[in-house]
């Protein structure tokens, strides 16, 4: 067959034809009296060959080598292909996710574009000085776009970086909620600590609040910890269960009793952390360590029900537990003489007998 009817058959353009000849991918085996290219059925199958390993994204160089070279294995082929492949589309989701930005910026002009591509260059930066210049650099400026600041918010590894990521999304136009939520539902811990603070920065909503409750039972310690401590603090009584457990756990244990006492203002919220501590209090598990700082935790309350905890924890076998609750009996009972107007009382060491007597 001559080139033309080849490139018909075949799809493949004549000029292109005429390129595997010169790199030695398809040569015609024969010619014509008047010198044409003739094409045998091998060539032809060697034509479609090569167009499907083009399909694959090899190179005429590759391919080349694949076709000619006997120790070339396919599955080595086949797995350089993934892992390009896999390369070239990490990058275009890079690429998709910076037009997505520079698109929720509502650019008005092309200024607008650089000012977005200026920011995200800034970002990327390899210096943490940089990124942090970039954030601070441009507060005062034109508007940050809020889901950009989201996205580096769940990238930045640098404490201080972030810090100022959550510091300028939580004053943009925007709040990025969106973004941070997805991150709160991924596999890498890190990414999820990341979200959960920035959206506690982040000013208080019902959809915030929301996406917190939701990681109340996240697996990360961290992560559920800082759920608790911002629900809690916007007075949601869901928080209840994970505060009390960061207490028995000792994770932040201070931050949550004092947010547990905050909580405890409302009657109906006082009862039921109340009922939550004694609970761990009389737990099998509970330690000395444990009850010392469920007994710090009772301090923080409102109302009698804590003191007369604390007073049976003053009578504790382990000695430092019975110490640190007389010493709360003591801060509760002068916190109850001052609320009555009463003078001091004397400091029995919550045993019933003054200082002087023992």
């Known amino acids: 067959m001559l080139i033309g009817e080849v490139a018909r058959r075949s799809g493949v353009s004549p000029r292109m034809l005429r390129h595997y000849d010169a790199l030695g991918l398809v040569r015609p085996t024969g010619r014509t009296v008047g010198g044409y290219r003739a094409y045998s059925a091998e060539d032809v199958r060697r034509i479609f060959h090569v167009e499907s390993l083009r399909s694959l994204g ?16 396919p599955s080595a082929l086949v797995g350089d292909l993934i892992r390009w492949t896999e390369d070239r589309l990490e990058r275009e989701r890079e690429l998709l996710a910076r ?13 607008d574009v650089l000012h977005v591509v200026s920011l995200m260059q800034g970002l990327d930066s390899a210096s943490a000085a940089r990124r942090q210049q970039t954030v601070l650099g441009r507060s005062q400026g034109a508007a940050l776009p809020a889901e950009l600041l989201a996205g580096a918010v769940l990238s930045e590894s640098d404490p201080v970086v972030a810090g100022a990521l959550r510091w300028a999304l939580a004053r ?67 928080a209840v269960p994970a505060l009390v457990g960061m207490v028995v756990e000792g994770v932040n244990d201070v931050d949550a009793a004092e947010v547990l006492g905050a909580l405890s203002r409302d009657p109906d919220r006082a009862e039921r952390i109340m009922a939550a ?27 009698d029900a804590p ?33 009555r107007g009463d003078p001091p009382p004397v400091d029995s060491g919550g045993d019933g007998r003054p200082s002087d007597a023992r």
């Open 58 to 73: 090899l190179s005429l160089k590759q391919i080349g080598r694949a076709l000619e070279d006997p120790a070339f294995s």
């Open 99 to 111: 037009l997505r930005a520079i698109d929720a910026s509502a650019p008005a002009d092309w200024q």
């Open 172 to 238: 943009s136009d925007g709040d990025g909620l969106a973004t941070l939520a997805a991150g709160l539902h991924s596999d890498d811990a890190d990414v999820r600590r990341r979200a959960v603070l920035a959206i506690a920065a982040l000013p208080e909503t019902p959809a915030a609040s929301e996406a917190l409750a939701e990681v109340l039972g996240d697996a990360d310690p961290t992560v559920r910890g800082q759920a608790a401590l911002a629900l809690g603090g916007r007075g949601v009584g869901a």
């Open 277 to 303: 501590l004694v609970g761990e209090l009389a737990a099998p598990s509970a330690g000395p360590a444990t009850r010392i700082r469920l007994a710090q935790a009772l301090v923080e309350l409102s109302g």
């Open 307 to 339: 003191l007369e905890v604390l007073r049976g924890l003053a009578r504790d076998d382990d000695r430092a537990v019975a110490l640190v609750a007389s010493a709360f009996v003591g801060v509760l009972d002068k916190r109850s003489a001052e609320d």
